[in-house]
Structures are given as structure tokens and as C-alpha cells.
């Protein structure tokens, strides 16, 4: 017999539960009607994408893709690549003329196999995977020869060998055999594939859409924080006409400044107002500018400089973001280097002229929407592809994962993954984090109720119940219909486990009048009534 096995979900996923799972509608629901009023649609791209894509988009130094994410080789040659794990693990004996022939074989078996694949374009026609088999064929020839040699008395032999073992093995780890692809983290990167894809540069714009859904990180599984977690993210994009290319290379000059700045202060607002529509408390919106491609260098590299004079007072992280990334220095929260951190340069003092007008601009416009906001020059975010305007929106009940969205402009991102200089901004919330947020604050909801409860009695009795749910359930009441006969009593007392409203109590009695028996389960009141006028009744108290 099969050994009995416990099935649990896998570390840093979780099961989605009703009646959460009501909140986590009501969430959704609450973000499509929002965001409708502000013009957008939604979107839905795939869950997995070429990784090459988040590679470029999100950024290959961060943490996200250097260590996050969930990728995998996607092709149908599972045989040719158990065939490279044995010629990778086998030890190869310069003695062993029988081993040495059977790798040889194996490997020529490989060679043709590979080689076939990428004809027929099965197997990716990379450079890399090119090269690979060059090297591979002729190490596989080469082989077989300076084991000859070696037997035939030609000592040096064995150094050559040994380095075409080595070769060997190198070309085999190389191969691809299909696309890679990963798991998204996060879903800005897919959106603007989209939006290149389907040329929605030629729709009216800007195109302004908006999305929820799975993201995957491999982070380290906390309170608030998953492997798969659930965001709603929202994205403006807008191609910048060519006659102001130019402009838009700098990433948008002065003449843009006022409506970019516009564009973001709609975006927070319509963040804030899909907050207070759920009733999120204790909401903090914090605001920077991190510069463009013009002045943001500048302001780095004198950063690392000031970071490098006091490199002995920071911890390992901070040191070797000195040279990966000296801005992610800011974000530390390690107490040690806050003091530090304090009388570093602020990014707003060495802000270009054009970055500094949109800023200012960008405040204004936030104030004129009435939207409260604290600015934080410390707030970088995490991502590669972010430019001036950045934010982050925090919420109470969280812990130290408080953060439940974050946000910022990103012209240039679109160009970047192939398409025409495009202008962009855009948010992320995280909705595990809200919907945590709201249930702390008891705004979590109560179990799924029932409206009615239809407790019969008798054959002829079954036959109504049935009708009657069909026709309370068309009008879109939550009916709870027994498959069996019940004692009243025990139909009575589950109708109050349920939470339901009423129990429609049908017996030979109600079956012969017409009359129903209705019971309001709060207060025990009992009345007759008709088939209509219990509708009429559900429909006035529900
Ligand atoms: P990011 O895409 O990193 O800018 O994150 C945007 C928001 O997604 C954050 O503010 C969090 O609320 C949420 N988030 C990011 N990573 C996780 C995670 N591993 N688990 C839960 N929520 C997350």
C-alpha cells in the first residue's frame, strides 16, 4: 500500500480561505470600480515570461533577479539533458580505455542530438549554444587521440587531455536547450511588453491600464512578506511624438514638467482614494525625486565618494553597495548607520534643473488634489528602471513589512525593452499586505451567511423547496437547500450555524394552502405569507 503522505503548501504559499477570500473580492471589486473612474482597464499578461525580460527590465544587479526569482528551462529534450548530467558527473580515466570509449560515445550521441535540435530549430540557435557545439565536436575528437597518444608513450599527453576534459565540461554546462523562463516578480516589465507588442502606441494616449494577480520572489517567508504573493498595480504609458524625441531622450525636458507632474499626482490620488474607499487606516504617502539619466550619475557618484570615506563605520551590506548600488545605502535600517546616513548629500540639493521643476511641480499638484504627503529623500526603491518621481505608501497593523505600495516614474523602461521612447508611471500594491492591514483594523469581514434557509418536509414538499430556491437564487439571494429530509428542529439548528436570516419552513401544511412559514432567525418570529410577498420581504430587509 502507498505510504500515507501529508500534502502541505509549499514554504511561502498559502491558501486563500472564505471567508477571506470575500475580502480579497471586495478588494478587487473596489480597485476595478476605483480605477474605472480614472480611465483605466485591465489587463491580464501571462504569469511566466522569458526571464531575459525581468532581466533587462527590472535590472540584473537586484536582488530580484540575481537571487528571487523562479526560473526554469522550458523545451522538450528532458532525455539529452539527463544525458549531459551523466557525462557532466562521470569521471573521465586517461587509463580506462573502456570508460573513455563509452564517453566518447556518449557524448558524440549528444553532439548529433544537439546539433539536430538546433537545426530544426528545437534548440535555441544562440550564439553560445553555437560555440558549445564547436567545442564540443572537437573536443570529442580530440579525445580519442591523446588517449593514443598517451598509450603510446607520449607523457605530455595527459595535461592536454585533462584540459579537454575540462573543456568538455564547460561547453556541456553552457547548452540551453529552450528558452529560460521565470516566474514573474513583479508585472511593470509585462506590461510594457504588452504595450509594444500589440502597438498600443497607436491608441489614444496615454494608455492607461491596471492589473492584479500572483507575483514570485524567492525572499525569505515572513509576516507580510510570501514567495507567492498578490499584486495590483496600475501603469500609465504614453509615446512621446517624435517631433519631441529628442526631448524625451533626456526623459522629458521643461516643457513637459508640468503635465508629467500632473500625471503623477492623478496616479497617487487614484491610489489614495482606492485606500480610502476600503477604509485603510493610519495611510502615510511618502515622496521623493531620484533625478534622470542627466543628473542622477552625478549625485551617485558623489555619493559613493562621501560612502567611501566613512566605509569602516557601515556594515557588509552597505560596503558592498558602495560599488553594486550606493543609493540602496539609504534604505538600510540598521541602526548603527543612521547617524551616518544623516549627514549624507540629499539628492533634492543636486537635482537637475529639469528634475527639480517637476518635483516642485509634482507638490504643487498633490496639494491641489489634497492629497497629504511627507517627503522622504531617503525612499530610492528597489528596482533599476525607476526616475524622478518615486513613492511609497505605508499602512498601519503591519509590522516591519509596512510598506503596502510602492511606486515611480519610468521613461525610458519601454524603449529599453524595444518599443518607441514612451513615458511611464506606475504603482504596485501589495494585497496581502492591505488585506492584513484591513483585517487588523476589523474591517476583515464575517463568514459567507446565508439569506435563506429552506427547511422541508415530505415529497411533496422537496419538489417546492426546489423551485423555490431556484427562484430565490435567480434573484441573487444565498440559499442553502438540505439534499435530504430533515426534523425541523435539527433544520432549524443548522439554519443557525450557517448565519442564516431566514428559514422557509415547507410542509404538507404550506404545500396545501400556499401559504409559507417564514422564520427570522434573530428575534424567533414566525408569520405566513405567499410566495411573492416573501420576495418582496427579502428584497426590502437584505
Ligand atoms: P515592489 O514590486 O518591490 O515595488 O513591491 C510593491 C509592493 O508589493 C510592496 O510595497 C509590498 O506591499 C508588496 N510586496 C513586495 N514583495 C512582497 C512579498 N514577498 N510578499 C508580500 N508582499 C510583497
Given at each position: 500500500m502507498a505510504e500515507k503522505k501529508k500534502f502541505q503548501a509549499i514554504k511561502g504559499t498559502r491558501d486563500l480561505l472564505p471567508p477571506e477570500t470575500d475580502l480579497w473580492n471586495r478588494v478587487e471589486q473596489t480597485a476595478r470600480e476605483v480605477f474605472g473612474t480614472f480611465g483605466f482597464g485591465e489587463i491580464r499578461p501571462p504569469i511566466f515570461e522569458p526571464t531575459e525580460l525581468f532581466a533587462r527590465a527590472v535590472g540584473g544587479e537586484t536582488d530580484i533577479v540575481s537571487k528571487e526569482m523562479y526560473s526554469f528551462e522550458d523545451h522538450d529534450f528532458g532525455e539529452l539533458e539527463k544525458l549531459r548530467s551523466v557525462l557532466l558527473i562521470r569521471e573521465l580515466e586517461l587509463e580506462n580505455p573502456q570508460s573513455a570509449s563509452l564517453h566518447k560515445g556518449q557524448l558524440t550521441e549528444f553532439n548529433a542530438a544537439l546539433e539536430a535540435g538546433m537545426k530544426g530549430r528545437k534548440i535555441p540557435v544562440t550564439p553560445e549554444n553555437e560555440r558549445a557545439l564547436d567545442d564540443l565536436k572537437m573536443h570529442a575528437a580530440r579525445i580519442e587521440i591523446l588517449r593514443r597518444d598517451y598509450t603510446g608513450?607520449?607523457?605530455?599527453a595527459r595535461e592536454r587531455f585533462n584540459a579537454s576534459v575540462t573543456g568538455i565540461r564547460q561547453a556541456l554546462r553552457v547548452v540551453e536547450f529552450g528558452d529560460v523562463i521565470s516566474l514573474r516578480p513583479e508585472a511593470t516589465a509585462s506590461v510594457c511588453r504588452a504595450y509594444i507588442e500589440h502597438g498600443?502606441?497607436?491608441?489614444?494616449?496615454p494608455v492607461k491600464l491596471w492589473y492584479t494577480g500572483p507575483m514570485f520572489r524567492r525572499e525569505r517567508p515572513q509576516k507580510g512578506r510570501y514567495r507567492q504573493f498578490y499584486q495590483i498595480g496600475a501603469e500609465v504609458l504614453e509615446m512621446v511624438p517624435s517631433f519631441a524625441a529628442k526631448d524625451a531622450a533626456t526623459a522629458g525636458g521643461a516643457k513637459s514638467a508640468p503635465k508629467d507632474a500632473a500625471v503623477d499626482a492623478e496616479v497617487i490620488e487614484m491610489v489614495m482614494a482606492f485606500f480610502a474607499r476600503l477604509g485603510l487606516e493610519g495611510v502615510k504617502l511618502e515622496i521623493n525625486s531620484i533625478g534622470d539619466r542627466e543628473c542622477r550619475p552625478k549625485y551617485v557618484e558623489l555619493l559613493r565618494a562621501e560612502l567611501l570615506k566613512v566605509k569602516d563605520k557601515l556594515g557588509p551590506d552597505s560596503q558592498r553597495r558602495i560599488e553594486t548600488?550606493?543609493?540602496?545605502?539609504?534604505?538600510?535600517?540598521?541602526e548603527s548607520e543612521q547617524a551616518i546616513i544623516a549627514g549624507l548629500p540629499k539628492i533634492a540639493d543636486h537635482l537637475c534643473a529639469n528634475c527639480a521643476a517637476q518635483y516642485a511641480e509634482v507638490k504643487r499638484q498633490l496639494g491641489m488634489r489634497g492629497v497629504a504627503y511627507a517627503e522622504n529623500w531617503r525612499l530610492v526603491r528597489g528596482l533599476d528602471y525607476y526616475m524622478r518621481t518615486t513613492f511609497e505608501i505605508t499602512a498601519q497593523g503591519l509590522g516591519s513589512q509596512n510598506a503596502v505600495c510602492g511606486g515611480g516614474r519610468y521613461d525610458g523602461l519601454v524603449e529599453l525593452l524595444g518599443g518607441q521612447p514612451t513615458k511611464g508611471i506606475g504603482f504596485a500594491i501589495g494585497e496581502d499586505r492591505l488585506i492584513l492591514s484591513l483585517q487588523e483594523a476589523g474591517k476583515g469581514g464575517t463568514a459567507l451567511g446565508r439569506d435563506v434557509f429552506v427547511a422541508w418536509m415530505g415529497e411533496k414538499a422537496q419538489a417546492t423547496a426546489i423551485a423555490a430556491a431556484q427562484k430565490l437564487r435567480a434573484a441573487g439571494f444565498r440559499v442553502e437547500l438540505p439534499p435530504v429530509e430533515q426534523k425541523f428542529g435539527k433544520a432549524l439548528g443548522q439554519a443557525d450555524k450557517l448565519g442564516a436570516r431566514y428559514a422557509l419552513i415547507l410542509g404538507d401544511d404550506e404545500i396545501a394552502t400556499g401559504q409559507w412559514t417564514v422564520k427570522t432567525l434573530a428575534d424567533g418570529s414566525q408569520a405566513k405569507m405567499s410566495e411573492a410577498e416573501f420576495l418582496e420581504l427579502l428584497r426590502k430587509s437584505l
Open positions: 608513450g607520449e607523457w605530455q498600443m502606441h497607436a491608441l489614444p494616449q548600488n550606493p543609493l540602496r545605502v539609504l534604505d538600510s535600517k540598521l
